[in-house]
């Protein structure tokens, strides 16, 4: 595990609030997890629209631009996607130019 500075504000935050999913959600409850999954592959260079917390996230990130180390602001990103699925996250998470580099996918457990 590694160690968080104490200075850092470290916020974790779910995929589905970064990230608008619900299409994808629907697919999920309606279709089944195999059609998630392949849906989600299939779609995986189409980067997802933000979701209702992606502005909130973008501008305490944009804090670290005005803030020197070892102080700032750290997205960790919480999703029950399965790694192969939240390929599509983090493209997007690229997409947008977000500075999020940690993540855990549990799988949907």
Do not use: W
Not at 74 to 88: F, K, P, Q
Not at 97 to 105: E, K, V, Y
């Amino acid at each position: 595990m590694s160690k968080l500075a104490p200075e850092k504000l470290v916020i974790a935050i779910s995929s589905r609030a970064l990230f608008n999913l619900d299409a994808e959600h629907l697919v999920y409850e309606e279709q089944g997890l195999e059609a998630y999954s392949a849906y989600q592959i299939e779609h995986e260079d189409t980067p997802l629209d933000p979701g209702q917390a992606f502005h909130l996230a973008k501008k305490l990130l944009a804090l670290n631009d005005v803030l020197s180390e070892p102080l700032g602001v750290e997205i960790v990103l919480l999703s029950r996607n399965s790694a192969d699925t939240g390929l599509r996250i983090f493209n997007s998470i690229e997409h947008y130019g977000l500075p999020i580099t940690r993540a855990a996918f549990c799988g949907g457990e």
